[in-house]
């Protein structure tokens, strides 16, 4: 069994940074001596955020897979590979209700085997928060245009629903009637 100095040697990861408030991602990759606070947490362990590069802001592990692309699932316990029945979550996703399957996974402890780690912010620095609150709005100057296009793009809109809610029941009345079966008169 390796010790934490000594799995920090062999770490590399690529980390993917969720910011939930802008819903957007990045990816950061680490290698041995920044890799070294990763290895041995568990999936739902805050993790400050500055071996990132976000000083100020405490991150939160949600998920990662290993080098042979098996994900990292929260409910197996330990940093093993193994094969588990399935019924749905992380790792299947299946076609019918009941549908079970015995599939392959990691679990929830980051070990060298990691190749990706998923993290999300949590919290942000309440410094950031008063900066951006004091920092001056920058001015923009803006033309006025010679029409009123507030007024054209208040009345297009109102117009787009009433057409479309008239259109559907004359595209029902416009369709022709199917032809209704006529009984075969039975034969004596």
Request: net charge positive; aromatic share 2%; proline share 7%.
């Amino acid at each position: 069994m390796l010790f934490r100095s000594e799995c920090s040697k062999l770490a590399k990861f690529k980390v993917v940074i969720s910011d939930p408030q802008s819903g957007k991602s990045s990816v950061v990759e680490l290698e041995e001596n920044r890799a070294a606070p990763f290895v041995g947490r568990k999936i739902g362990e805050t993790i400050d955020g500055t071996v990132l590069g976000l000083s100020g802001q405490k991150v939160v592990i949600t998920g990662g897979s290993d080098k042979s692309g098996f994900p990292m699932r929260p409910d197996v316990h330990g940093g093993i590979k193994s094969r588990i029945l399935l019924g749905r979550g992380i790792g299947f996703k299946p076609s019918q209700s009941s549908l079970r399957r015995r599939k392959t996974i990691r679990g929830n402890v980051v070990t060298d085997d990691i190749a990706q780690i998923n993290v999300k912010i949590a919290e942000r620095s309440a410094e950031k928060a008063v900066e951006k609150a004091t920092e001056k709005p920058v001015e923009k100057t803006v033309e006025k245009p010679t029409e009123k296009p507030a007024e054209k793009l208040t009345k297009k809109p109102a117009e787009k629903p009433e057409k479309k809610a008239e259109e559907k029941p004359k595209k029902d009345k416009e369709k022709p009637k199917k032809a209704e079966k006529k009984p075969k008169p039975a034969k004596k």
